[in-house]
């Protein structure tokens, strides 16, 4: 077995095995973290969110900033529950920190192993934020599903005492004309 392929082969036992293997160009199990930002980039826009268990619409804004290098996420736009996520890339990573409406700020880093082009799967990252999932209460993951070009199913998963109490759906569908200033 030469060179070449006792190096295929130890990349696709490692891929097999749920392991990372990173590609020349910097993609992970053949996902690219800056291709899965700027698709997130596309989203640039207004939406209204009608909930089936609550009386009124949401609004939430998606607004490119910062020269395209971050992402502005205005949840329940003009309500007591405002709250502003910023998405952007950090070294090899697609990063969320998620400015809560209880006060804190957790992080959450893409999950490359599980997303794929069409689902994208974001998890709390324990190391950098001072939240402690076993007792404090804070958004500990999201999961964004591409149905269309304008339409975009987001669920946050809310965890409390070391455990998940509830997950919360975002049926984001693009407004056609109402635009933000990035978007």
């Not at 455990?163 to 049926?171: D, G, I, T, V």
Request: glycine share 8%; aromatic share 12%; charged share 25%.
């Amino acid at each position: 077995m030469n060179a070449w392929n006792r190096a295929a082969a130890v990349c696709g036992a490692l891929a097999l095995a749920g392991c990372q293997v990173r590609t020349m160009d910097g993609a992970t199990n053949g996902f690219d973290t800056q291709m899965a930002f700027e698709r997130l980039k596309t989203m640039a826009g207004t939406y209204d969110v009608e909930f089936p268990d609550e009386p009124e619409h949401f609004k939430v804004i998606w607004d490119n900033v910062s020269g395209g290098h971050a992402i502005v996420e205005t949840l329940n736009v003009g309500t007591p529950h405002e709250m502003v996520s910023l998405y952007y890339l950090d070294g090899e990573d697609l990063a969320i920190t998620h400015y809560c409406g209880i006060g804190n700020r957790p992080l959450m880093r893409l999950d490359r192993v599980r997303s794929t082009r069409d689902e994208y799967f974001f998890e709390f990252d324990r190391a950098t934020t001072g939240i402690d999932p076993a007792t404090d209460a804070h958004i500990h993951a999201a999961h964004f599903k591409f149905l269309a070009a304008d339409a975009v199913d987001v669920e946050w998963s809310f965890w409390d005492k070391g455990a998940e109490q509830h997950q919360k759906l975002f049926e984001l569908r693009k407004q056609p004309g109402k635009f933000t200033a990035g978007g």
